[in-house]
């Protein structure tokens, strides 16, 4: 990547930077950062990983994507180099985002890890402030198979001289955190549970409210439009990052009260007409579903159209589902890779086993057609694939402000 980077003038450079990793929540840290930045006037690029329904959601300066002939043009231009280095997709999509947002003259860019942080193709950058979010199982072939393993992993995106923020308050998990900022020279290094709080936090249809509190200051009652109890550490995670990087940044906290409510994430507990779309692909995020499925009640019946990646936890997935859903569809979503789909029957004798009513459906429109039949209310998850093939056939568009 910095190899690459050097032949493009090193584009991530033109710009200050919002890096944000963790194992779940990075998504809503990320638009959650740049909503309250585009509130306080500037002008902000967003790279964010994978996408829904179309590459380009992945790019985007003020909510705006990059223009498909400017990508083709890109690619055109730096074809011979790409093949000269062997560079990845996600490398290639990287660095993509890095000179579209210096050509598009941006006052500021919020860049999602990929996978991990310390080898991640975004750890080029330098940021004015690097956070992680809460830390879980996930990809542990490549991270590790202990949470301190993948908290150091995830650690590596602090950088000296840069201000450090850590969202996750379990004591193994922070104290991990803390070490790989300490080591990198970061500063400051706020950490959640110790720097600031966050408390009475409510869910409801409408989003989440909280209050959130920095040492020192008084405490603010926030509402973000994001659903579930989770989304309240996520956006509190958002603000020390602005609070932390200090100056222009934590004056941009001025606007948090107005940009919350106006926080958009496709595939996050987001409800359209029957349809609750959640992106959640490992256990972790399954019983945050369920969480949030007890505190803001929908329609009933309600069932999970579901298809998880193979090498993904989804025997636990699947049960921990079961307790808050009358009924499984089990299908397969198209645009999986052949190499990680799961096998359907398989699935769908897990899922029997939990004592849910359990509809196999293979074909994926016939399985979106089952489960309207059966649901008030259909939640679909258990990938990027899932939600992403659901909303290309329906249609939702993911940009849709």
């Known amino acids: 990547m910095s190899a690459f980077a050097a032949q493009l003038d090193d584009p991530q450079r033109a710009y200050p930077v919002f890096h944000v990793a963790g194992t779940n929540g990075k998504g809503s840290t990320v638009t959650t950062l740049e909503t309250v930045l585009r509130h306080a006037g500037y002008r902000v690029g967003r790279y964010m990983s994978p996408h829904l329904v179309d590459f380009?959601?992945?790019?985007?300066?003020?909510?705006?994507p990059m223009p498909p002939a400017e990508i083709v043009a890109w690619l055109d231009r730096y074809a011979a180099t790409v093949d000269a280095l062997g560079a990845t997709f996600f490398e290639v999509t990287t660095l993509m985002a890095f000179d579209w947002f210096a050509r598009a003259?941006?006052?500021?860019?919020v860049i999602e890890v990929g996978l991990g942080g310390r080898l991640d193709a975004t750890n080029i950058v330098s940021p004015v402030a690097a956070g992680v979010t809460v830390i879980g199982f996930d990809h542990q072939e490549f991270l590790g198979h202990t949470l301190s393993a993948i908290a150091a992993e995830k650690g590596g995106v602090f950088k000296r001289g840069s201000a450090a923020v850590i969202g996750d308050a379990r004591a193994e998990v922070a104290a991990v955190l803390h070490g790989c900022a300490e080591r990198a020279g970061s500063t400051?290094?706020?950490t959640a549970g110790r720097e600031w709080s966050v408390s009475d936090v409510d869910v409801a249809g409408d989003g989440t409210r909280f209050t959130w509190q920095v040492a020192g200051s008084a405490p603010q009652r926030l509402h973000t439009a994001l659903v579930g109890s989770y989304q309240a550490g996520n956006a509190a995670t958002a603000l020390g990052m602005l609070h932390a990087a200090g100056g222009r940044w934590a004056d941009a906290l001025a606007s948090a009260p107005t940009a919350l409510p106006q926080v958009r994430l496709a595939g996050r507990f987001q409800r359209i007409g029957r349809w609750i779309f959640d992106?959640?692909?490992?256990?972790?995020?399954a019983r945050t579903i369920v969480e949030t499925l007890r505190a803001a009640p929908v329609p009933r019946p309600l069932w999970a159209l579901v298809t998880v990646l193979q090498d993904k936890d989804w025997r636990e997935m699947l049960h921990a589902l079961a307790p808050a859903v009358d009924g499984f569809v089990i299908t397969e979503a198209p645009t999986a890779p052949a190499s990680r789909r799961w096998d359907p029957a398989e699935a769908a004798a897990e899922a029997r086993a939990t004592g849910r009513p359990v509809l196999l459906e293979p074909d994926f429109d016939a399985a979106i057609a089952a489960a309207l039949a059966n649901a008030e209310t259909v939640l679909a998850t258990g990938s990027f694939h899932t939600v992403g093939d659901v909303m290309q056939?329906?249609?939702?568009n993911p940009l849709a402000r």
């Open 56 to 64: 380009r959601e992945r790019i985007v300066v003020d909510g705006d």
């Open 105 to 109: 003259q941006v006052d500021v860019a």
């Open 188 to 190: 400051p290094i706020l």
């Open 279 to 285: 992106v959640a692909h490992n256990l972790d995020g």
């Open 393 to 396: 056939r329906l249609p939702v």
